[in-house]
């Protein structure tokens, strides 16, 4: 009587501990969840927010604010003829008054500039500052900028500069709340539904994701509001991804071992104590990884790359959270119906049962030497155009990839005015050396003109308007201002004023911001690289108990990743027609995909490890590969997916993210992992495990 009763307790014991943990994450996904759409509330699209820490050019920035006794953002307001031709008397002294009843407008400060013809008399230009604090309420003041400015007979008036730039850049992120989770989740069920034929297990796998991706947007808008991360839209976005992604990633390798568990005759309570301790160290090794290398971003100094590290980091967490707490209890409750209509079978649970990847396994084990050598140059190919790749920056017309109107504009001010107007590189220096900078500046090749920022706020009338000792100099450029020609113009002009004694001269602007983002990107990259594959081959270590596999991991991801940017560089410059790509997509591209690679190389060498302990070494590849194969490509589809959802962002640097990571993703799981390492694995056969006891044996059953 007593054993049965003890007996009852501890079942009752075992359905309590996964209805806890269920209604905790059902708990979690009602108050946190609403944070999934309420990111962008503690977002910032400034991207003055996110320049280099120590650059010259962010030095200035900090300088300018003195120099303006109300912080504004100008708005660049360009007049042309609506069939073309020049611009009359009457015309212009509309302009004028139109931008007099613009600067009256709600959200406009400051006084605007007069009205400026172009040399060909074309076309006016005159610059209207607004509020900088302005947020949401920007576009609503730029529509009565463009109202007012519009009242000019014969003319048509466009809207250019930072202001129209960063309405435009809001406009692009207005969509992330909602279409792009909308879209992830919707790939992501449609592939789960084609691949699983089961009705129940996709649901649950997208719920959990779900879940993880609302506690992960709770802790960073907690983080964000006190201001101890920044999120702009494009780490909002590339949360959302990344957690949607690795969450179904880390659930599908879970759920498949719990389908072998049941498939090999255990109940439901055992199969999934089973599946979770067998799985939870590829799953956990897999998540460091990818958390790890996200947080190796935090030595760049570039400070959107810092606020991606911990931020990304986070969201994985909550994702291997989800996947090791809330799917066992889910699947633990549900047994054999999370797989319905389908059943868990005998064969699911033997290395039989997988017909296609057992043919790849035959495959990899006739001619491993064959196979690894043709992959191995195949991707070398495709690496040797990764240097083609440029990493410069991109214009100003290539940032998005719609027509957006603030590109436009400045397209139009390029053609009739010097091609950095309304974006000058901005020289603060010592007062008493204004005339000496004004003139080495001037003299600079490349500028258009330099003249001191006066107290009457015109340039060239009055005297230069002195803060704390210290003038502004503006120097127009004569290449347009996101152009490589002006970034080699600023490197001058920061030579020729720094070498005035005594001015103690610096500059900035945009074309420096650019310039500066740039070279330290690139510093970032020689930094940061080796931080992560460090990090990376200290966890295959630890998990595999070898030297030479996770050695050899490593190296296969890394020339995975360089044949995808040569790749990347020829679809972008001959298909795409992007004539480079932001300076951090690289890195970025490094990061995910070496990161999220070893994931799928992670889950196949854990398990080829265990197989290997019980059938010997060449058995154990075989096995590994056969086992493992349809749920990592399955893994790998998802996440490519999630990733290329990234294009409906209107912006090329999300868009070159997307497929970077969703090519590679798809490289690495299908030719990487499925042919290349298994085959040199193979081929070298036990002395891969080296020192390991498994590399002085080969046991067979």
């Known amino acids: 009587m007593a054993s049965g009763t003890a007996a009852g307790s501890r079942r009752w014991v075992r359905w309590l501990v996964p209805v806890v943990l269920l209604l905790v994450w059902l708990g979690i996904g009602g108050t946190l969840g609403p944070y999934a759409g309420k990111l962008g509330e503690v977002a910032t699209n400034d991207q003055a927010a996110f320049l280099p820490r120590s650059a010259e050019s962010t030095r200035v920035l900090d300088e300018q604010k003195a120099f303006d006794r109300e912080q504004t953002l100008p708005v660049i307001v360009v007049w042309t003829a609506d069939g073309g031709g020049r611009l009359d008397a009457s015309q212009r002294a509309a302009a004028t008054a139109a931008v007099r009843t613009a600067a009256e407008a709600p959200g406009a400060a400051g006084r605007p500039s007069p009205v400026l013809p172009s040399e060909d008399g074309e076309a006016l230009q005159a610059v209207i500052p607004l509020e900088s604090g302005l947020g949401d309420e920007l576009p609503a003041a730029l529509d009565g900028v463009r109202k007012a400015v519009s009242d000019v007979p014969g003319a048509r008036a466009r809207l250019a500069g930072p202001a129209a730039n960063q309405a435009d850049l809001s406009d692009a992120f207005s969509g992330i709340d909602g279409l792009l989770l909308g879209v992830a989740l919707i790939a992501v069920l449609v592939i789960l539904l084609l691949v ?31 201001d101890v991360v920044r999120v702009d839209g494009q780490v909002q976005g590339i949360l959302s991804i990344l957690v949607i992604g690795a969450a179904t990633d880390y659930a599908l390798l879970l759920a498949a071992r719990y389908r072998e568990e049941l498939a090999a005759g255990q109940d439901r309570m055992a199969a999934v104590v089973a599946a979770v301790r067998r799985s939870a160290g590829a799953i956990t090794a897999s998540a460091a990884t990818v958390a790890l290398g996200l947080l190796a971003l935090l030595a760049s100094d570039l400070t959107n790359n810092r606020a991606l590290g911990p931020v990304g980091a986070i969201g994985i967490v909550c994702a291997v959270l989800s996947a090791l707490t809330f799917l066992p209890a889910v699947l633990a409750l549900l047994g054999r119906a999370a797989y319905w209509p389908a059943r868990p079978k005998p064969k699911d649970a033997t290395a039989e049962g997988h017909g296609v990847w057992r043919r790849v396994a035959a495959l990899v084990g006739r001619a491993p030497r064959r196979v690894w050598a043709a992959t191995a140059v195949v991707l070398a190919v495709f690496a040797a155009f990764s240097p083609t790749l440029s990493s410069k920056g991109v214009p100003l017309d290539e940032i998005f990839v719609n027509d957006a109107p603030s590109v436009a504009a400045q397209e139009t001010l390029a053609r009739h005015f010097p091609a950095g107007s309304g974006n000058p590189a901005v020289i603060t220096a010592r007062a008493d050396r204004a005339e000496r900078v004004a003139k080495a500046a001037a003299a600079t090749e490349g500028v258009s003109s330099a003249v001191p920022r006066t107290a009457s706020g015109r340039p060239g009338q009055g005297a230069p308007l002195v803060v ?3 003038v502004r100099v503006d120097a127009t450029l004569a290449s347009p201002a996101d152009s490589e020609a002006a970034k080699q113009t600023v490197a001058r002009l920061r030579t020729a004023v720094h070498a005035v004694p005594g001015a103690e001269a610096l500059v900035g602007g945009y074309t420096a911001q650019q310039y ?15 931080v992560v594959l460090a990090i990376i081959l200290l966890i295959l270590v630890l998990l595999l108990r070898s030297l030479l596999t996770p050695v050899l991991l490593v190296a296969t991801v890394a020339l995975n990743f360089l044949a995808t940017l040569g790749v990347s560089a020829l679809v972008f410059q001959h298909l795409l027609g992007f004539s480079g790509t932001d300076a951090s997509v690289p890195l970025y591209g490094f990061v995910f995909l070496v990161a999220l690679g070893v994931d799928y190389n992670i889950f196949l ?22 086992t493992t194969g349809g749920v990592i490509t399955s893994a790998g589809v998802v996440l490519a997916a999630t990733f290329a959802a990234l294009i409906v962002i209107p912006l090329a640097f999300l868009a070159q993210i997307a497929f970077i990571v969703a090519f590679g993703v798809l490289l690495d799981t299908l030719v990487v992992r499925s042919l290349l390492v298994p ?18 044996t080969d046991r067979r059953p």
Not at 516 to 530: F, G, H, K, N, Y
Not at 607 to 621: A, Q, Y
Not at 682 to 693: E, F, H, R, T, V
């Open 516 to 530: 500066d983002t740039q070279e330290t990107a690139s510093r970032d990259r020689t930094l940061i690289v080796p």
């Open 196 to 226: 699983y034929r089961s009705v129940l297990l996709p649901f649950v796998i997208i719920l959990g994701a779900v879940f993880a991706l609302g506690l992960a947007c709770a802790v960073v808008y907690a983080l964000a509001d006190r």
């Open 468 to 470: 704390d000792g210290r």
């Open 679 to 696: 085959a040199l694995v193979l081929d070298i056969g036990p002395k891969a495990w080296w020192p390991s006891a498994l590399s002085r």
């Open 605 to 626: 060498m854990s398990r080829v490890r265990e197989e290997s302990l019980r059938h010997g070494v060449r058995e154990g590849v075989l096995r590994g590969l056969t």
